[in-house]
């Protein structure tokens, strides 16, 4: 785990990126913006995770660390003696964690639950979807006060790195670590809508996947979503996709969601 620091004095803020080895967008987003060295009225911490996972190119080494907290420093696994680290050194910041996805091209934000901390950063974030997690969180880092997760935009792609950029300037703004800004709530938007993750989408051992419904987009009861070998799935009742690709997750398409509200800007 690799720590860098902007401003003097104990940082109350904190971004993370590489959780996962396989999504290097946050780790080249923090590179740009320490290269920027901007001026900083609050202390912030950079960290950099699993660099082992970073360096060989894959998710994870041994266990899913985003699936691993609380984490323990005697446990068996790298991933999760370095979860009890990582835990941490976060423990008292506020705290964004950048991610990637093979589901969805633009970005969007995960919180454990819509609380103050959500309801005072997210609307300041390029982003137009807000996901509450509560049940399916079980392990991940946003399971801690004041995390917010960030989904910047597809694996592997430039678009992703450019965003997560701007999102680490908006997190900066929105908790008043970036000196002379003022936070901007819009992005040419009128509110963040708030979908709740449900059930797991499971696969069936096939070895080709198919997904037809487009994320955030409500798929109606009777309707194809996804097929395996070519054998359709097709929605008992209506839900909201989040997260859904044919190869994103190894046992599971994504999940079932519901729209239960918005966050005005």
Same mark, same amino acid.
């Given at each position: 785990m690799r720590i860098e620091q902007l401003g003097e004095g104990t940082p109350e803020i904190a971004v993370v990126a590489a959780v996962h080895g396989d999504e290097p967008c946050g780790v080249r987003a923090i590179e740009r913006v320490l290269a920027e060295s901007p001026a900083v009225e609050r202390p912030v911490k950079f960290v950099v995770a699993n660099e082992v996972a970073l360096q060989q190119g894959v998710r994870y080494v041994e266990e899913d660390l985003n699936r691993a907290f609380p984490g323990d420093p005697d446990a068996d696994t790298y991933e999760r003696r370095l979860a009890a680290d990582l835990a941490r050194e976060v423990r008292d910041c506020t705290t964004l964690s950048l991610h990637s996805t093979q589901s969805y091209a633009e970005p969007f934000?995960?919180?454990?639950?819509?609380?103050?901390v959500a309801r005072s950063v997210c609307p300041y974030l390029p982003v137009s979807v807000l996901v509450e997690t509560e049940a399916e969180s079980d392990g991940r880092l946003i399971e801690y006060p004041h995390v917010v997760e960030v989904e910047c935009g597809l694996q592997g792609s430039e678009e992703a790195v450019d965003n997560a950029v701007e999102l680490i300037h908006s997190f900066?703004? *929105?908790? !008043?670590?970036?000196l002379d800004d003022e936070p901007v709530a819009g992005y040419?938007?009128?509110?963040?809508?708030?979908y709740r993750l449900g059930r797991p989408v499971p696969k069936n051992g096939a070895d080709e996947y198919e997904v037809f419904a487009?994320?955030?987009?409500?798929? *109606?009861? !009777?309707?194809a979503f996804a097929a395996a070998e070519g054998n359709e799935l097709v929605a008992e009742e209506p839900f909201y996709p989040v997260l859904m690709s044919p190869y994103g997750y190894e046992n599971v398409f994504g999940y079932r969601g519901e729209r239960v509200g918005v966050?005005?800007?």
């Open positions: 934000a995960l919180v454990d639950t819509v609380d103050a900066l703004e *929105a908790t !008043g670590a970036l040419d938007r009128d509110e963040v809508a708030v487009e994320n955030f987009e409500r798929v *109606a009861a !009777g309707e966050l005005d800007s």
